[in-house]
C-alpha cells in the first residue's frame, strides 16, 4: 500500500475515528483538515438497511442541491422537434436526434459529457446504446428525471446543481456535496437536503434500522462520520466545537 503523504496524516490524526459527529461539526472538521493545492470534491456516502435485490427496496432518484455541487455539467440532449431549440436555450452543450445517438455510439462524445437527457420519443432509438450508457450512469431513466418531455427544465436543473443517486449492490449510496471551498452552511444545506431525499425514499418494506452510516470525504482525505441519530441536528454542540 503506497505511503500516505504528510498532510494526509495529519488530516487522519486530527479527525477521532471512533466519534460520531453532526453534520455541522464534520463539515467544518473536513474544511479544516483538506489541505491540498486544489479545489476539492466533497463526498458523502451513506449505508443503508435495504436489499437492492428487491425491487422495491432499490433506492433511486435525484435531488436539487441548494448550493449546486460547484462543477461545471456537461449535458448532451437526444430529442426532436420543438424540443431542439428548447434544450439548446436551457443551455445544453450538445443537442440532437438521430445525428447525436450516432456520435454517442463512436464513444468519443460519451467521454465528453455528464449527464443525457432524453424525451420520450426518442428512448426506443436510444435503447440500443445501454451497454455503453449504462455503465457510466448516463443511461437517462424516468425516476432520475431525465427521461421526460420537458428536456428545458431537466436541462437548467440538472446545470444548477441536481444530482442522481442509486444504491449499488451493497446498500451505499452516494453523492457529490460540493466543494471545500463551499461555506460551512453551504456544504450542511447540501447534506440536509440529500439527506432528506433519502428519508424520502425509505421503503415500506425494509426493516430494522434504514440508515446505519454516515461518511463525509473531501478527495484527498480521510472520511469523517455523522452520527445516523444527529443527522437533522445542524446546530453545533458547544462540547463538539472544540473537536
Known amino acids: 500500500m503506497a505511503k500516505k ?61 441548494p448550493h449546486g455541487t460547484g462543477k461545471e455539467v456537461r449535458v448532451a440532449v437526444v430529442t426532436s422537434g420543438e424540443n431542439v431549440v428548447a434544450a439548446q436555450e436551457a443551455g445544453a452543450d450538445h443537442v440532437g436526434g438521430d445525428d447525436l445517438i450516432a456520435e454517442l455510439e463512436k464513444g ?41 418531455q420537458d428536456v428545458a427544465k431537466a436541462v437548467r436543473e440538472i446545470k444548477g446543481g441536481r444530482v442522481e443517486y442509486r444504491v449499488d449492490r451493497t446498500g451505499n449510496v452516494h453523492a457529490v456535496l460540493g466543494k471545500v471551498s463551499f461555506e460551512v452552511d453551504q456544504l450542511v444545506d447540501n447534506f440536509m437536503a440529500f439527506f432528506d431525499e433519502i428519508l424520502r425514499q425509505r421503503p415500506a418494506s425494509a426493516k430494522g434500522r434504514y440508515v446505519q452510516t454516515i461518511a463525509i470525504s473531501s478527495t484527498m482525505g480521510p472520511s469523517v462520520r455523522i452520527d445516523a441519530g444527529k443527522a437533522r441536528a445542524v446546530i453545533e454542540d458547544e462540547d463538539e466545537s472544540a473537536a
Request: hydrophobic residues 40%; positive net charge.
Open 5 to 65: 503523504g504528510k498532510n494526509y496524516r495529519a488530516a487522519f490524526e486530527a479527525i477521532d475515528r471512533e466519534k460520531l459527529y453532526t453534520p455541522r461539526v464534520a463539515c467544518k472538521l473536513l474544511k479544516d483538515t483538506a489541505k491540498a493545492n486544489f479545489d476539492q470534491t466533497v463526498d458523502v456516502a451513506l449505508r443503508l438497511g435495504v436489499d437492492p435485490r428487491q425491487a422495491d427496496q432499490m433506492i433511486r432518484g435525484a435531488v436539487s442541491l
Open 108 to 148: 468519443e462524445l460519451i467521454e465528453a459529457i455528464d449527464a443525457v437527457v432524453a424525451s420520450p420519443d426518442m428512448m426506443g432509438k436510444l435503447g440500443r446504446l445501454g451497454k455503453t450508457l449504462g455503465p457510466r450512469g448516463l443511461m437517462p431513466n424516468p425516476k432520475s428525471g431525465t427521461v421526460t
